[in-house]
């Protein structure tokens, strides 16, 4: 089975700062992978998909990228709306997908 | 306005069975494949089920399989996921999400509790 690896598992920061996230996938999975964020009580929220498209309505802060099988996510100018926890998803064969563990995000 | 709205959630004992509804709106169900995917309590997303526009390929893993079924109803736009032999560790609230490229709607859960 595919294993994504995606840290740090919480991080703080400042408003306006630059946040990164990662999802280091356990083999070659092309750009399936996908970014979500969810709010306290609510369901998780698409932000990227195909590892760098911005879904529709996701703030222009947002961005996705991929270096091998590291994935990034990067929001560039961090905003009190931003706090929530992030995953990542895999989903590479029909078979089996994977989340990666999620990433909460508070601020400093 | 897509809407993904999930019901038949509850408290069951283990070893029972339980069955999850979701009604689908504001798309053509028919041309989407669709998944389950559950959090227990505190935890992070587990993925629990997909199957194909046609409801003829399904997918799950380890963990449910052989227990769990999804299935589809495309003439009443709706998603379905039988829970059978249900253990504590499957306590979680359940979404149903439409899968485009990938999850792109989710419906707001329902919380399922297996607790004798």
């Known amino acids: 089975d595919i294993q994504m690896t995606q840290s740090p598992a919480s991080l703080s920061a400042s408003l306006e700062e630059i946040v990164t996230i990662t999802c280091q996938a356990s083999q070659d999975i092309g750009n399936w992978l996908s970014w979500y964020q969810q709010k306290p009580g609510k369901s998780p929220q698409l932000l990227i998909y195909?590892?760098?498209s911005l879904a529709d309505g996701v703030p222009s802060r947002f961005s996705g990228s991929r270096s091998g099988t590291q994935y990034s996510l990067k929001i560039s100018r961090l905003q009190v709306e931003d706090i929530g926890i992030y995953y990542c998803l895999q989903a590479y064969s029909a078979l089996t997908w994977t989340f990666g563990g999620g990433t909460k995000l508070e601020l400093k | 306005e897509v809407q993904l709205v999930e019901s038949g959630g509850g408290l069951v004992q283990p070893g029972r069975s339980l069955k999850l509804s979701c009604a689908a709106s504001?798309?053509?169900?028919?041309?989407?494949?669709m998944a389950w995917v559950r959090q227990a309590p505190k935890k992070g997303l587990e993925w629990v089920a997909t199957i194909s526009t046609s409801g003829s390929r399904t997918y799950y893993p380890d963990s449910v399989k052989g227990r769990f079924t999804i299935s589809r109803d495309n003439a009443k736009s709706s998603l379905y996921l039988q829970m059978n032999s249900l253990k504590s560790e499957d306590t979680a609230t359940y979404y149903c999400?439409?899968?485009?490229?990938?999850?792109?709607?989710w419906g707001q859960g329902v919380m399922v509790t297996v607790s004798s």
């Open positions: 504001g798309f053509t169900f028919s041309n989407y494949y």
């Open positions: 999400a439409r899968k485009d490229w990938e999850l792109d709607y």
């Open positions: 195909g590892a760098t």
